[in-house]
């Protein structure tokens, strides 16, 4: 069954529940945990995925949603066990 585009959903978990078609972004995680910095700014014009990648982190790094790997099974984040754990053991 081919994916669907959705349009204007800036929900992270309801793209991936779903299974709506998903350019991947979760390496920014990677690189923005090493990064070790005390403050991010992230500015990229109208309309190219600020929301969406705030909605990814906020999904990864929340209690609410530690264990969550059905989220993120199958992206780039989650080919590194060190990753996979820091998701699951958040609390």
């Given at each position: 069954?081919?994916?669907?585009?959705?349009?204007?959903?800036?929900?992270?978990?309801?793209l991936?529940?779903?299974?709506?078609?998903?350019?991947?972004?979760?390496?920014?995680?990677?690189?923005?945990?090493?990064?070790?910095?005390?403050?991010?700014?992230?500015?990229?014009?109208?309309?190219?995925?600020?929301?969406?990648?705030?909605?990814?982190?906020?999904?990864?790094?929340?209690?609410?949603?530690?264990?969550?790997s059905?989220?993120?099974?199958?992206?780039?984040?989650?080919?590194?066990?060190?990753?996979?754990?820091?998701?699951?053991?958040?609390?």
């Open positions: 069954m081919p994916r669907t585009v959705s349009i204007g959903c800036q929900d992270f978990e309801k991936r529940v779903r299974n709506n078609f998903y350019v991947d972004k979760t390496a920014f995680i990677k690189e923005w945990w090493e990064a070790d910095d005390e403050v991010t700014l992230i500015t990229r014009p109208r309309r190219f995925g600020k929301t969406l990648t705030m909605s990814m982190l906020e999904k990864f790094f929340s209690v609410e949603y530690a264990g969550r059905d989220l993120f099974e199958g992206l780039d984040i989650w080919k590194e066990e060190k990753y996979r754990k820091l998701q699951v053991h958040i609390l």
